[in-house]
């Protein structure tokens, strides 16, 4: 059974349409890919599965649940987390403060017991630290941990993100992007990393550019072009197709 | 009266420090709940304490009903229909005439009276409000070291993200804005109990600009340095009665100087707090 599934999704800025009846599967355990050229409505989609838009028409269904509409705090914590194209961080907290502050809302634990420190609340406290540093290591940012995160460079940041969307153990994870604008080292890192997860188990959907990053990780790769899905398959399949070579190169004569 | 102004920026800097939210209805809180906790204890004679619960209560409602709407404005728009608010808070009072009494305000409201003892001397006003003002820096600093003030933070740095980290933004914000509303109103019982008048004056732009300076000299999102700030900017003015003539112009210039360098004194205040290195 599908994990998340778009059907018919139509999104529309003011008579303009982003996404034209796109429908979409990922599976459990799937690494897919989305590419497709500028303003194709990759990440008009992926606002509209957590819910920072809402689609004119279709439905998002995600573990058989109808999230269309949902806020979009209530959509990250039914296991949906996302990183965005450009980083966004809580830029004056610690590195270690922003992966706590991604997990702490998943901990249910009332307002009042936090605020008067009852042990519950400080023995979650310490899990969300635990868990932090794990992964810390794991991106190689634990000699940072400290450091706030407008400190850090780029790249360390877009991997702080990636660590954040990783904290409450997301049932699908989302990524824009994740290798834009960084250096082709990192780009290779990531890929690993990207890899890695996915290898334990974690379903991701990820938007790429970087075709060399998108064709070596994912399995399956849906293209979009002007807000419609265009193609949908393995890499190999992807790169002959006649509609795909059209999207991006403009018609063959 | 340095007291007062310390409950009223402290909690106010949760709103503009950690929340982020330019609220300009804090004083309309306050005088909420100073006209409240007039009214009550003109019209039905019950005591200070009493009225301290009970006007908070009513104020905080008010700052619900307020919130429901007017939080899921953007930036802009809040500030200003929270300055609105207040205006609305001001006409009413000024044209109530059968309840307030409009321009001529209440006067003699009855001095504190806890459990049978009469509050009169200056020195007991002391002890009663710095004890509250003690118990609300308590309060306050838990909260803001909480996982709440953490959310606070998060919203404040980046709503879109906090949203998805899911921290449900519209329930935080108002809990600042109930906790920041609830410490008004208090801050305005001790007002009128102190003064033992009120009029419609006490919403005057003078006092939104005072607690916003107050906040904003303070570094915002420093509990310690809107607590230093608001003793300091009540103390001065008092400090310079000696020289009456000087009195306006040394206080526009110390303004200046500390709004030039906020940023060090912020600085310095926080590392005379912070000397030892954050715990794990």
């Known amino acids: 059974m599908a994990l998340l599934e778009c059907l018919n999704v139509t999104k529309r800025f003011f008579g303009f349409t982003a996404l034209d009846n796109v429908s979409l599967q990922i599976n459990k355990g799937e690494l897919v890919g989305l590419i497709g050229p500028n303003g194709s409505g990759k990440t008009t989609l992926f606002n509209c599965i957590t819910g920072f838009l809402s689609p004119e028409n279709g439905d998002i269904v995600f573990n058989g649940k109808k999230i269309t509409g949902w806020a979009p705090f209530k959509i990250a914590l039914s296991g949906i987390t996302r990183t965005f194209q450009i980083v966004r961080l809580f830029r004056e907290m610690s590195v270690i403060d922003n992966t706590i502050m991604a997990l702490q809302q998943y901990q249910s634990e009332s307002v009042f017991k936090s605020v008067f420190r009852f042990p519950s609340a400080r023995k979650k406290e310490s899990v969300a630290r635990e868990r932090a540093l794990e992964l810390l290591e794991f991106l190689g940012l634990t000699h940072l941990k400290d450091e706030k995160a407008k400190n850090l460079s780029y790249g360390q940041q877009k991997l702080l993100s990636l660590a954040m969307a990783l904290m409450p153990k997301p049932s699908i994870l989302l990524l824009d992007e994740p290798a834009a604008y960084v250096n082709p080292t990192l780009t290779n890192k990531i890929k690993k990393y990207i890899k890695m997860l996915n290898q334990q188990g974690q379903t991701i959907f990820l938007i790429e550019h970087n075709m060399n990053v998108v064709m070596d990780l994912c399995e399956r790769i849906i293209v979009l072009s002007a807000g419609q899905k265009i193609a949908e398959g393995t890499p190999a399949e992807i790169k002959d197709n006649p509609r795909v070579i059209d999207a991006y190169f403009g018609e063959t004569k | ?280």
């Open chain 2, 1 to 280: 009266m340095c007291l007062i102004y310390f409950i009223l920026t402290e909690s106010y800097s949760i709103l503009i420090g950690y929340l982020g939210l330019f609220s300009l209805s804090q004083v309309a809180f306050f005088g909420l709940g100073a006209y409240i906790s007039a009214l009550l204890s003109l019209n039905m004679g019950t005591q200070f304490l009493t009225n301290l619960v009970v006007s908070s209560i009513i104020t905080m409602f008010i700052a619900f009903l307020l919130g429901s709407q007017l939080l899921k404005l953007t930036r802009h728009s809040f500030a200003i229909a929270t300055l609105a608010f207040m205006f609305v808070v001001q006409l009413i009072t000024l044209n109530w005439m059968e309840v307030t009494r409009g321009p001529m305000g209440l006067p003699h409201v009855p001095r504190p009276n806890i459990i049978g003892i009469d509050i009169l001397s200056k020195i007991s006003y002391y002890y009663l409000y710095l004890a509250i003002a003690l118990v609300t820096f308590v309060f306050l600093y838990l909260v803001v070291n909480s996982r709440v003030g953490r959310a606070f933070i998060s919203i404040r740095e980046d709503e879109a993200l906090a949203n998805s980290v899911g921290v449900n933004c519209f329930k935080y914000k108002m809990i600042g804005f109930l906790i920041s509303a609830f410490f008004a109103s208090v801050a305005g019982t001790l007002y009128v109990h102190y003064t033992t008048y009120i009029s419609p004056d006490i919403f005057d732009l003078y006092f939104v600009i005072v607690t916003i300076i107050i906040v904003v000299i303070g570094g915002g999102d420093s509990l310690e340095g809107v607590g230093i700030a608001a003793f300091a900017f009540t103390a001065i003015p008092e400090f310079l009665r000696s020289a009456q003539m000087l009195r306006e112009t040394v206080y526009g210039v110390l303004l200046i100087v500390l709004l030039i360098m906020p940023e060090s004194i912020k600085k310095k205040i926080k590392s005379l707090w912070y000397k030892k290195p954050k715990g794990e």
